[in-house]
């Protein structure tokens, strides 16, 4: 979260500590969604760390913007570089995913719900990723464009795989599988 913070700060400071909350808050990332509201805190550490230093100015709403310090892009841009490992590289949240791992303890009837709602959300979120690339592509961001559009290949992907499986999950009995 550090380091998405001072990306943020880094492409959009100055700017305020709400700025930062606003844009994880909106963003087309479950994961930066339900941390949003870690952000004062997280901004306070910045701050002492010497990662990011506020202005002088107070604002309209009484807050001070923040950017980043010289000491807050060089932790970045290591960031950025250091090479990839395997845990980050195959590390996907999918609570869609880890449901049906244990779909056998339920119903076919309460398969399908659980699979048809999940469908609908995917494609809700496909249409949200859609809307969100434009949005970068108008504001001139066309980094962010195409991670979002990263985020719209997994969505697609997801959806491709639960509707060529959905009759597979429906079909297979329910109880535990057997033990071996």
């Avoid at 700025?19 to 901004?43: C, D, H, I």
């Avoid at 592509?137 to 795989?161: H, I, P, Q, Y």
Wanted: charged letters at 25%; one cysteine or more; a positive charge.
């Amino acid at each position: 979260m550090e380091y998405t913070v001072l990306g943020i700060a880094w492409k959009r400071g100055p700017c305020t500590t709400y700025a930062l909350m606003m844009e994880l808050s909106t963003s087309t990332s479950t994961f930066y969604k339900k941390r949003a509201g870690t952000t004062y805190p997280l901004v306070e550490r910045l701050i002492k760390n010497g990662y990011l230093q506020q202005s002088a100015e107070v604002g309209a709403r009484g807050e001070r913007s923040v950017e980043v310090t010289e000491l807050g892009i060089g932790a970045l841009g290591q960031w950025l570089t250091d090479p990839i490992d395997l845990g980050e590289a195959a590390h996907t949240v999918d609570f869609i995913r880890l449901r049906t791992f244990y779909l056998g303890a339920v119903n076919s009837k309460d398969r399908a719900g659980f699979i048809d709602g999940a469908l609908i959300q995917l494609k809700a979120h496909e249409a949200a990723c859609e809307r969100a690339i434009a949005r970068y592509k108008e504001m001139g961001d066309d980094f962010s464009a195409l991670a979002t559009e990263g985020v719209l290949f997994e969505t697609r992907a997801r959806l491709e795989w639960l509707t060529k499986t959905r009759e597979q999950f429906l079909s297979i009995p329910q109880g535990k599988p057997p033990k071996r």
